[in-house]
């Protein structure tokens, strides 16, 4: 049993004030839109329609929770950088995003999610610069590998680690394939670390 194969719709959240009082931690993914988030959380909990796939990119504007049970959650943030969606929703979504970011205490790890084929835009450097004063791990899964050779993706995740071996040390990063089912373990070997550790700290306070 994976650490996401129980994982269940809870609730979608479109105002910090509407945050969930659970008790538990909260691990969150995040990506630039069309970089392949729904379909590797999909993935993850071998689920095909647990996080909702758009043919538009950036149609998730909300924070989608799932429970992962344990009082423990995933929470799925809207898609950044992507154009065509209205100015207003825009700016809602991103001062939701960048505050539930940095002063959600219940969170205890981020997720972002690259295209293994261009990783690292602006954009997502832009959001590991915002993150990164809270201290909190992150992992980056770059995803899309199926769609290079074995040597173009060893060559991105070698400068992937690279920049983040100089700029955030934080950061840990692997390869994943929705469609190839690979990284699975992986990934769920770094978060399932995170909630652990979490719990272990609870308990011992």
């Given amino acids: 049993m994976g650490l996401f194969s129980q994982a269940s719709f809870y609730t979608t959240v479109n105002h910090l004030k509407d945050l969930p ?4 931690k909260e691990v969150a993914f995040v990506g630039r839109s069309n970089a392949g988030k729904s379909s590797a ?7 095909t329609r647990l996080a909702y796939t758009s043919k538009i990119p950036g149609r998730t504007q909300h924070l ?3 429970s992962l049970g344990n009082q423990d959650f995933l929470v799925d943030l809207p898609g950044y950088g992507y ?9 809602h979504w991103e001062g939701l995003l ?3 970011l940095q002063s959600r205490d219940e969170l205890c790890g981020l997720v972002v999610i690259m295209d293994a084929r261009h990783p690292l835009t602006k954009l997502d450097e832009n959001m ?8 909190k791990p992150v992992h980056i899964l770059l995803t899309k590998s199926d769609k290079l050779s074995r040597q173009q993706a060893t060559n991105s995740l070698n400068r992937v680690k690279s920049y983040l071996a100089e700029h955030f040390p934080l950061c840990s990063v ?3 394939s929705s469609l190839r089912k690979l990284g699975i373990e992986e990934a769920e070997g770094v978060i399932a670390g995170w909630l652990a550790n979490h719990h272990d ?3 011992s306070q």
Avoid: C, M
């Fill in 98 to 100: 960048s505050e539930y």
């Fill in 201 to 203: 700290n609870g308990k």
């Fill in 174 to 176: 692997q390869l994943f």
């Fill in 83 to 91: 154009a065509r969606v209205p100015p207003e929703s825009k700016r």
């Fill in 41 to 47: 959380i999909n993935t993850l909990a071998n689920h």
């Fill in 128 to 135: 590991l610069d915002w993150f990164a004063p809270t201290g």
């Fill in 64 to 66: 989608n929770y799932f």
């Fill in 21 to 24: 009082k659970h008790g538990g």
